[in-house]
């Protein structure tokens, strides 16, 4: 099969992507792993940004859309001290430029305005291989394959196409997350819900941190994270992960520790990788990256935006250029090395070794994040 745009992953990059290239006339596949758009739950809270994350829905022309999905009062933000203490309590006044969704919505979203079957579900990408004059043969784990004109590496942290561009590979940063929830928080853990509030809270230390976010239906997303080598997750009891992980904020505030002991569902562990900020190529015919695949960063609350603003520039670009398909690619490379690049240090604030006191001071002061 022979297609002129193949997009690897149907991730919110990719999907952007596909959408700016069918407003523009330009028919794209996006092939994706996973078997259905239901076969994993797509995660929790995204705060889509004004400077980056609603730029490329715009482009998209799925503002009414996403205004409909946003979460009412989320944007709240508390900043906890260890013993339970609020050092800072921002109200969500309606004015800010972060407003919530959940991914999976903003992801059936992007889906719901693509034409039926530009997503082909179920194909895994084992291989891909370069043919000459920009021309890629790509080869999934169901035994088909397509070749492409273009192609466009969409895929994550581990991407297959990556290896086409650059031999860099991500590391492991040293820290890792303990991902849960706690339904019905405010009825059955009314402490704990009462701390966080009504939007997001940070309880820091350096070394380990509490994240939570109140989502739909009164439902408590929490991530613990924890600056520790890879081997001591691996040596965790896998029946009870949690117990040594809340072993580590035993002298917290019990509303605290409530968010580690109490949820209602198996504990997720992640460990966090990155590629090495400024990573950048040559220019390769015919192949390109977006998102993680492209500059993968620790959580830093950029992602998921960078990734909608990259597939909507590159849509913007190849409309921009047509039958030049390596001008669209060189000019749309520059800006997002330039922009990954400013964005891989949040601005210097590395909350992974902040105390309460001194998050919570950057945040209440003017030059906030």
């Known amino acids: ?79 906890l001290d260890t013993d339970g203490t609020v050092l800072l309590d921002k109200a969500d006044d309606g004015t800010g430029g972060r407003p919530e969704v959940q991914r999976g919505e903003l992801r059936r979203l992007l889906l719901d305005s693509l034409p039926p079957g530009t997503v082909r579900w179920g194909r895994k990408t084992v291989r891909v ?40 590979t991500p590391e492991y940063t040293g820290r890792s997350v303990m991902e849960t929830y706690l339904y019905d928080a405010t009825t ?65 505030a019990p509303e605290l520790t409530t968010l580690i002991t109490a949820g209602d569902t198996a504990p997720t562990l992640r460990s966090l990788y990155a590629l090495p900020a400024g990573t950048r190529w040559d220019r390769v015919p015919g192949v390109t990256l977006l998102g993680d695949a492209a500059h993968l960063a620790a959580p830093n609350g950029e992602g998921a935006n960078l990734a909608m603003l990259d597939g909507a520039e590159l849509g913007r670009a190849l409309a921009a250029h047509p039958g030049d398909t390596e001008t669209a690619l060189t000019a749309y490379e520059q800006a997002m090395f330039e922009r990954a690049l400013e964005f891989a240090d949040t601005d210097g604030i590395d909350i992974g070794a902040m105390t309460a006191p001194a998050l919570a001071a950057v945040f209440a002061g003017p030059e906030q994040p």
């Open 129 to 168: 291989r370069a043919l000459g004059e920009g021309r890629h043969d790509v080869t999934f784990a169901d035994g088909t394959s397509l070749v492409t004109g273009l192609l466009v590496g969409a895929d994550g942290a581990w991407s297959r196409v990556r290896p086409l561009l650059t031999a860099a």
């Open 188 to 252: 059955r853990h009314p402490a704990a819900a009462k701390a966080v509030g009504g939007g997001s809270m940070i309880a820091p230390m350096p070394g380990k941190q509490l994240f939570a976010h109140r989502e739909r239906n009164d439902t408590l997303h929490v991530y613990v994270g924890l600056a520790k080598p890879q081997e001591w997750f691996d040596a965790l009891d896998p029946a009870d992960p949690a117990a040594r992980i809340a072993a580590e904020f035993e002298d917290w």
């Open 1 to 79: 099969m022979n297609t002129d745009v193949t997009i690897i992953g149907a991730g919110l990059g990719g999907l952007v992507l596909a959408r700016v290239l069918h407003l523009h006339g330009i028919p794209a596949t996006v092939c994706e792993a996973e078997p259905s758009p239901a076969a994993r739950p797509q995660g929790g809270l995204l705060d889509i940004h004004d400077y980056n994350g609603q730029l490329a829905l715009q482009e998209a022309d799925l503002m009414e859309e996403f205004r409909a999905i946003v979460l009412d009062g989320r944007q709240a933000m508390r900043i």
